[in-house]
């Protein structure tokens, strides 16, 4: 693949992680609102399902058990990626600190690195020497964003909660990475927009079930003033745009390294912090920043690159 492809990659991947960053606050101010995560989840997947169907206007038919079959990636991905992550990462929030549970997600790369080395049919890349310092250096800054010099204060239910999360994110990593493989391999694949609306009813559908067997009744709340508008957002921007980049991403530049770019969310939330609410941004979370984009310029073997030609 050449370089301007990679370099795009890159790009989307920040586009991603500037909205997916900033949609904690999002997400924090319906959490508050008191409303079960699995209505908050089907709502959102529910707008976005609808967004993708409005822009595509084309049916494709889900092909029967065959189709089950083939989608079998596809389905995982979209359970994992949308319905799990995005009821674990409700449910967390509910318990503990958003600041907490963006931390957490951000190990994500850690559990990507171990599906891909030991998963049936992972693709059992090498790994460079300078991964695991620069993931390391990653984590470092995540933490002074995070922490910012006050004592870390733990929820062991939602911490664990989160960690779940972070762990259905790097799935839905691995198999979006095999789903992807599958569609190219078809006579006729589905568009980029068609394969994440395919994924999206895929995660509906389990939401669905989710807020079904819950037996909760549905809060008409969610649907007015500001609430209804935080949704819109985080289903037009965080989910339809992200998820549609997100795939191609991993395509551009390989899942382990789309997954690295999961570090920079702390950081951008604390930004969006800083800018909406007021936050002050100390000089130990501005060191923290640096150390993310340090450690993400060793892990992609950017800066090891340029030192060896300066040498």
Same mark, same amino acid.
């Given at each position: 693949m050449d370089s301007s492809k990679r370099s795009a990659g890159h790009i989307m991947a920040l586009i991603c992680i500037f909205f997916w960053g900033s949609a904690f606050i999002a997400s924090k101010v319906i959490v508050n609102g008191d409303f079960r995560p699995a209505q908050i989840i089907f709502c959102r997947l529910l707008l976005v399902f609808v967004i993708l169907s409005l822009v595509t206007r084309r049916y494709v038919s889900l092909g029967g058990w065959q189709g089950v079959?083939?989608?079998r990636w596809l389905i995982l991905s979209g359970c994992l990626g949308t319905a799990v992550y995005y009821l674990l990462e409700a449910t967390a929030l509910h318990f503990t600190y958003a #600041?907490?549970?963006s931390l957490i997600v951000t190990i994500s790369p850690l559990f990507s690195t171990v599906f891909d080395r030991f998963l049936p049919e992972a693709d059992r890349k090498p790994i460079t020497r300078s991964f695991f310092p620069g993931l390391a250096i990653c984590l470092v800054g995540v933490a002074l964003v995070i922490l910012n010099g006050s004592r870390l204060r733990l929820n062991p239910a939602g911490d664990a909660i989160a960690l779940a999360a972070a762990l259905a994110w790097a799935g839905y990593s691995f198999s979006l990475n095999k789903a992807q493989r599958v569609n190219e391999a078809q006579s006729e694949p589905l568009s980029p927009l068609l394969f994440t609306r395919r994924q999206m009813f895929y995660g509906l559908l389990l939401v669905t079930l989710v807020f079904l067997l819950s037996g909760a009744?549905?809060? #008409?709340?969610?649907?007015?003033?500001?609430?209804?508008?935080?949704l819109l957002y985080l289903a037009l921007l965080p989910s339809s745009l992200c998820y549609w980049l997100w795939g191609r991403t991993i395509k551009r530049i390989g899942m382990l390294n789309a997954s690295l770019y999961i570090t920079v969310i702390p950081v951008v939330a604390a930004v969006t912090g800083a800018l909406l609410l007021h936050e002050d941004l100390t000089p130990l979370s501005l060191t923290g920043m640096a150390a993310i984009i340090l450690g993400l310029l060793i892990t992609q073997d950017i800066l090891p690159q340029l030192l060896r030609k300066r040498g």
């Amino acid at each position: 693949m050449d370089s301007s492809k990679r370099s795009a990659g890159h790009i989307m991947a920040l586009i991603c992680i500037f909205f997916w960053g900033s949609a904690f606050i999002a997400s924090k101010v319906i959490v508050n609102g008191d409303f079960r995560p699995a209505q908050i989840i089907f709502c959102r997947l529910l707008l976005v399902f609808v967004i993708l169907s409005l822009v595509t206007r084309r049916y494709v038919s889900l092909g029967g058990w065959q189709g089950v079959k083939r989608d079998r990636w596809l389905i995982l991905s979209g359970c994992l990626g949308t319905a799990v992550y995005y009821l674990l990462e409700a449910t967390a929030l509910h318990f503990t600190y958003a #600041t907490n549970v963006s931390l957490i997600v951000t190990i994500s790369p850690l559990f990507s690195t171990v599906f891909d080395r030991f998963l049936p049919e992972a693709d059992r890349k090498p790994i460079t020497r300078s991964f695991f310092p620069g993931l390391a250096i990653c984590l470092v800054g995540v933490a002074l964003v995070i922490l910012n010099g006050s004592r870390l204060r733990l929820n062991p239910a939602g911490d664990a909660i989160a960690l779940a999360a972070a762990l259905a994110w790097a799935g839905y990593s691995f198999s979006l990475n095999k789903a992807q493989r599958v569609n190219e391999a078809q006579s006729e694949p589905l568009s980029p927009l068609l394969f994440t609306r395919r994924q999206m009813f895929y995660g509906l559908l389990l939401v669905t079930l989710v807020f079904l067997l819950s037996g909760a009744h549905f809060d #008409t709340g969610l649907l007015r003033g500001k609430y209804v508008a935080v949704l819109l957002y985080l289903a037009l921007l965080p989910s339809s745009l992200c998820y549609w980049l997100w795939g191609r991403t991993i395509k551009r530049i390989g899942m382990l390294n789309a997954s690295l770019y999961i570090t920079v969310i702390p950081v951008v939330a604390a930004v969006t912090g800083a800018l909406l609410l007021h936050e002050d941004l100390t000089p130990l979370s501005l060191t923290g920043m640096a150390a993310i984009i340090l450690g993400l310029l060793i892990t992609q073997d950017i800066l090891p690159q340029l030192l060896r030609k300066r040498g």
